[in-house]
Each structure stands twice: as structure tokens, then as C-alpha cells.
């Protein structure tokens, strides 16, 4: 990809404070593993595959990048000035380095853009991003000279007791002079507070002018280091999510109520009501009503569906499709243009075809359901035998009556019937009626004959 600005981004960190298993870069945002936003917003500003410096042996990072990005090992967590020193000399280059820490998922590409345009508009060592946080605990401090110019950054447990403390914050987000940079690295020291290398201490060692760039928005600064700053970040993607589908067209009841990931598309003249959940590859057409009170994950829809408050996972539903009020649709479904679900009813890894009516109380699992069908309400394909799954199957036009009971593997061909109430057991040819119960019987006068209760 591209020859533009190197870049690294530093991804290394034990993240203790997270008190997690996972890999701090790792923990989800927005739908994603956030250092995946880090990665993007690089990628968007400077055009190559970044270097990122992962922990030695852990896999997941890596894989999870794949070709997006260089990885190289840290040998130990000694500090961001240490993972720096862990990128090799052969990608060491002596122009321009963005270099970026990986738990910053806010960051705008767009930022990171004219944070390299100010690098660029004269000679300097290093130009880099500070902000002014609503919440600045446990960032470093940017200590300027009378003009301005970066004199250097003091890390908050190193502050000098008694002195007044700087108020603007270190983003972690620096483009340096390679040829300046990459031999300063070898100067740092670890006599301080954490007795780490410090990549801010790179800054007072380096030779020419060191300059900062404010950011507007506050939010971009915002580093993950423990899941009080992950809730926040997750407040703030999901905002900015919301807002940017209203902005293209979409309706949100209650946006506050309502959640969202970065990746859900959603058409022109979509309602969604409040307290609903689209999650992961979620995309909705245009024209569409959901909710409230609706969780739906990695659903495709065409245009003009409406579903209530019903969970939906895995499926695709087409243009048209009605899913009514706690429904559950289950993955491998798909639902053609037209199809209803009554309230309560649910669909598993089943094919149903256009027109259908699927009515409430019903259980369609493992079925594949022909066009203009009709299943009557309490209906239940018995897929499972103790043993394994089987498939139902049912032609086009066919008329299932109520509470009928359908033991798979059976077939119902093109246009049959089946009676209310009916156990089916047996394939029913098309055109057919098939009725699977008992015959009623009326017992005259037996209530007066009714033995008496004590
Ligand atoms: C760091 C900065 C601080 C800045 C803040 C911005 C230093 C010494 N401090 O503090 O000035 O205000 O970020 O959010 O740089 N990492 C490695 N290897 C390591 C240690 C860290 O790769 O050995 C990575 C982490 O994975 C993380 C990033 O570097 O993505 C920053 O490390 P972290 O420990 O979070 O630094 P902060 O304490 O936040
Ligand atoms: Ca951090």
C-alpha cells in the first residue's frame, strides 16, 4: 500500500489496569476490537500499511491485523520509548514517522492529517498533538517556552510537588524526524516515577524545534487505559455513529436509548425506535421501522421491513418483510420480500419463500418453506429426533392449520392442506389434505350423568 508517511503504533502495553484476559487492544468498541480504529485512522491519513508493535507472543494481534499492518515483537512491556526501540533498522526511515499509541480509538484521520501537514510546513524535529481533556488524570503534561515551541513533556507521576501543573495534555500522538528520532531512542533512561523508557522523554533529547498541534474536539485524546475510559469511548462513538445516520437521512426516536456499531448501514427514511440494538454487519434499506426495543445482529434487510421488539441474528430478511412483536429470528434465515412473522413466533436455519405467513406462537426451525405459504398459528416443526436435526419441507401455496405438528424429515408438496390441530408424520402429496388427529366424538347428556366431586 502506498509510499506515504511511515507510521507506528505502539500496541504493546500489558494494559494492567484493564484487569482483563484480553489484550487491552483487543477489548470491543463500537462493535470492533478497538486498535482496528487506530488502524484504520492511520491507514486514512497517511496511505501505508502501519508498523505495529504487538507483545512477544501474543498471536491475536497480529492475526487479527493480518495485512494491514507490519507486526513486530516487543521483547518486554519496558515502556513506550522501549517499543519503539523495538522497531527494526530496515524500517527505520529517516523522514517523517507517525508514530501513534493503540488504545486511542477516537482519533479523526483527518487530525492526524494536518498534524502532518504542520510537520511538514517547516523543519522541525518533531510536531506533536496535545489537548485539553475534561478528565487530564494520569496523562503527561506539555511544558512550552515563552514562544511556544515544546520544551518538554512531564509525565503526571513526575510532576514536580508544589509547581504549578501544565494543563495541556500529551495525546500520544507525535510525528517525528526519523533521522532525529530513531538515534535518540538509544539515549532514554528509566530514572523516573515507573522507572520505564519513556517515549516523551525522546522530545528534550532531540535537536531542532519540537512543536505542538491542539486538537479541537477533546474526545480524540481520549486513551483507553482501564473500562471506566472504555465506557466513555464507547458513549462517544456511539454518538458520533448516531449522529452521522441522522445526518444521512435516518430517523432515531431516542438516541440516547438507542445503540448502534460503527459498521451498521442503514437506508433513507429508516425509523428506528427507541431502546433498539443493531449490532455488528447489520444493514437496513431504506424505508425501514424497527423497534422499539428491537436487538438485531448481523441482519441484512431490503427496503420498507418493519420488525417489533424481536431479536434477530444471522439472517437476511427482504424488502417488505413484517417480523411482528417477540419474534425471534435465529441464524441461517432467510425471510423473501413479503414474508410475515406473527408475534412470538421464531426461525431457525430455514428458507422461506415469498408471501409467506408465518403466524404466532409458531416454531419454523430447519424448514425450507416454499412461496404464499400459510402456517397456522402454534405450528412446530419437530426437527430433532434425540439424536440429529432434520429438515422440514414445504411447497408453495400450501395451507397449514392451526397447532399442527410437523415431524421432520417430511415433505408437504405444492398446494396441500393440512387440517387444524394435526400430527404429520408422513409426506403429504400436493394437492392433497392431510388431517393427523383423532375424530371428535359429542357424548350427549354427560354432564348431567357427571359423578359429583367431593
Ligand atoms: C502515555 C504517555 C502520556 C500520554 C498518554 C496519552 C508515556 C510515558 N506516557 O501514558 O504522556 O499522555 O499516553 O494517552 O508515553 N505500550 C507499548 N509497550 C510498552 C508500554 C506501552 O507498546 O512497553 C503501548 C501501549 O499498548 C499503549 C501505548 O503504548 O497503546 C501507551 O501506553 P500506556 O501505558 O497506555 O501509556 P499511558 O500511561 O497512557
Ligand atoms: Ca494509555
Not at 423473501?336 to 436455519?349: C, I
Not at 412446530?380 to 421432520?408: M, P
Request: hydrophobic share 40%; charged share 20%.
Amino acid at each position: 500500500m502506498g509510499d506515504g508517511p511511515h507510521a507506528v503504533i505502539l500496541a504493546a502495553g500489558q494494559g494492567k489496569r484493564m484487569r482483563s484476559a484480553l489484550p487491552k487492544v483487543l477489548h470491543p468498541l463500537g462493535g470492533r476490537p478497538l486498535i482496528l480504529y487506530v488502524v484504520d485512522a492511520v491507514r486514512a491519513a497517511t496511505g501505508t500499511a502501519p508498523v505495529v508493535v504487538t507483545a512477544r507472543g501474543e498471536a491475536a494481534v497480529p492475526s487479527l491485523l493480518s495485512d494491514a499492518a507490519v507486526c513486530v515483537e516487543q521483547e518486554g512491556a519496558l515502556g513506550t520509548g522501549d517499543a519503539l526501540r523495538s522497531v527494526p533498522h530496515a524500517l527505520r526511515d529517516p523522514g517523517p514517522v507517525l508514530v501513534v499509541h493503540g488504545d486511542a480509538p477516537l482519533l479523526r484521520p483527518e487530525t492526524l492529517g494536518r498534524l502532518l501537514a504542520a510537520h511538514a510546513s517547516s523543519p522541525r524535529a518533531c510536531t506533536l498533538l496535545v489537548g485539553l481533556p475534561a478528565d487530564p488524570s494520569g496523562m503527561g503534561r506539555v511544558v512550552r517556552d515563552a514562544d511556544g515551541h515544546v520544551l518538554r513533556i512531564v509525565e503526571e507521576a513526575d510532576l514536580p510537588a508544589g509547581e504549578p501543573v501544565p494543563m495541556e495534555c500529551n495525546a500520544g500522538v507525535y510525528v517525528f524526524t526519523g533521522a532525529q528520532l530513531w538515534p535518540a531512542l538509544d539515549h532514554l533512561g528509566t530514572a523516573n516515577a515507573q522507572s520505564e523508557y519513556y517515549l516523551t522523554d525522546v522530545v528534550a533529547l532531540l535537536t531542532g524545534p519540537v512543536e505542538a498541534v491542539v486538537v479541537a474536539d477533546p474526545d480524540e485524546v481520549l486513551g483507553i487505559n482501564d473500562r471506566r475510559q472504555l465506557a466513555t469511548a464507547e458513549a462517544v462513538l456511539r454518538r458520533r455513529t448516531i449522529e452521522a445516520l441522522m445526518l444521512a437521512g435516518v430517523t432515531f426516536e431516542d438516541p440516547a436509548s438507542t445503540y448502534v456499531d460503527t459498521q451498521v448501514v442503514i437506508g433513507r427514511d429508516s425509523v428506528v425506535h427507541a431502546m433498539s440494538t443493531l449490532r455488528g454487519a447489520t444493514t437496513l434499506g431504506t424505508g425501514c421501522e424497527i423497534g422499539p426495543m428491537a436487538v438485531l445482529t448481523d441482519v441484512r434487510a431490503g427496503d420498507g421491513v418493519v420488525v417489533g421488539p424481536a431479536h434477530l441474528e444471522e439472517c437476511e430478511l427482504g424488502d417488505g418483510v413484517r417480523v411482528g412483536p417477540y419474534c425471534r429470528v435465529r441464524p441461517n434465515t432467510v425471510l423473501a420480500s413479503g414474508v410475515e412473522l406473527g408475534t412470538h413466533a421464531e426461525v431457525k436455519n430455514s428458507t422461506v419463500g415469498a408471501g409467506t405467513r408465518i403466524s404466532h406462537f409458531s416454531c419454523v426451525l430447519d424448514s425450507d418453506v416454499g412461496e404464499g405459504v400459510n402456517i397456522g398459528a402454534g405450528t412446530v416443526t419437530c426437527n430433532y429426533d434425540g439424536e440429529a436435526k432434520h429438515r422440514t419441507t414445504i411447497g408453495d401455496r400450501v395451507f397449514v392449520g392451526t397447532n399442527t405438528t410437523l415431524v421432520a424429515p417430511v415433505r408437504l408438496g405444492d398446494g396441500s392442506y393440512v387440517g387444524a390441530g394435526s400430527f404429520v408424520d408422513h409426506d403429504v402429496p400436493a394437492g392433497a389434505l392431510a388431517v393427523g388427529r383423532s375424530r371428535q366424538r359429542n357424548i350427549e347428556g354427560w354432564a348431567a350423568r357427571r359423578p359429583m366431586q367431593s
